[in-house]
């Protein structure tokens, strides 16, 4: 059983800062790649970034110079650190990882959802 748990959100000022992290727990023979995307109501899900497990990474035009994504592979971890938040993030934010078991199956696995707020 692999689970993707994702945790950081939550309210933040414009012009804040927050960082998610999410975690991949289970059978797991790797991961690549890893990414976040975000979902507002009525609206598609989208990407947000997305890194490989060399470290390259690729940003939404959106978020480009403001989030930073990284991983650490040997806890199977993404994080994504927000600066310079603005309004129009706010949104359900999604943890997604291609995953490899270790019994040799392959697919998408998606967290939870952590919301982001942010409001003055």
């Known amino acids: 059983q692999v689970q993707l748990v994702e945790s950081g959100g939550g309210l933040v000022q414009p012009g804040g800062s927050l960082r998610l992290s999410c975690a991949a727990s289970?059978?797991?023979?790797?991961?690549?790649?890893m990414g976040w995307y975000r979902q507002v109501p009525g609206k598609q899900r989208e990407l947000v970034a997305i890194i490989t497990s060399g470290d390259r990474t690729n940003y939404a035009d959106s978020v480009k110079g403001r989030f930073t994504i990284s991983r650490d592979n040997a806890k199977n971890t993404v994080y994504l650190q927000m600066n310079s938040l603005k309004p129009e993030d706010t949104a359900v934010y999604y943890c997604n990882g291609r995953i490899i078991t270790n019994q040799g199956t392959a697919r998408d696995y998606w967290g939870q959802g952590t919301q982001v707020t942010v409001s003055s």
């Open positions: 289970g059978s797991i023979y790797s991961i690549n790649p």
